[in-house]
């Protein structure tokens, strides 16, 4: 045994827009923030929102991640999920879940063109 372990990962999406991320991550996803940081007034935010288990930090800052990346988040529950933020409501979208051969896909585009596939994978499928 080698002695490494990976104890998490948090992928970084870019925002440009405070509020519209709020919205969005906290009020459709049902994320909470855990933490925000900038390094003076006037300055970019960093923060960290999650949810059991899942942690996205998102980022204004410019040399942090690229616009329009994609995220696949491994679940359990995705229709319960899809079911849960459907009920929201939210004006911008209504995802669907896709049968796919690895699992059930739930493809969402947040306001700044960031796509995050949530996929509750098939213990069937092979590896």
Not at 27 to 47: I, Q, S
Not at 63 to 85: K, W
């Amino acid at each position: 045994m080698s002695g490494i372990a990976f104890t998490g990962t948090a992928p970084i999406l870019r925002i440009f827009d405070v509020e519209k991320a709020r919205a969005f991550y906290v009020g459709f996803f049902g994320l909470g923030v855990d933490w925000e940081h900038r390094f003076g007034e006037g300055f970019p935010l960093y923060m960290q929102v999650s949810r059991a288990g899942l942690r996205l930090h998102l980022s204004e800052h410019h040399g942090d991640a690229t616009p329009g990346s994609n995220a696949f988040v491994t679940m359990l529950g995705v229709r319960a999920y899809h079911q849960e933020i459907a009920g929201r409501g939210y004006a911008s979208l209504r995802p669907g879940i896709e049968a796919l051969p690895w699992g059930l896909v739930m493809e969402v585009t947040d306001p700044f063109g960031n796509r995050i596939r949530f996929c509750e994978q098939d213990t069937r499928a092979s590896a």
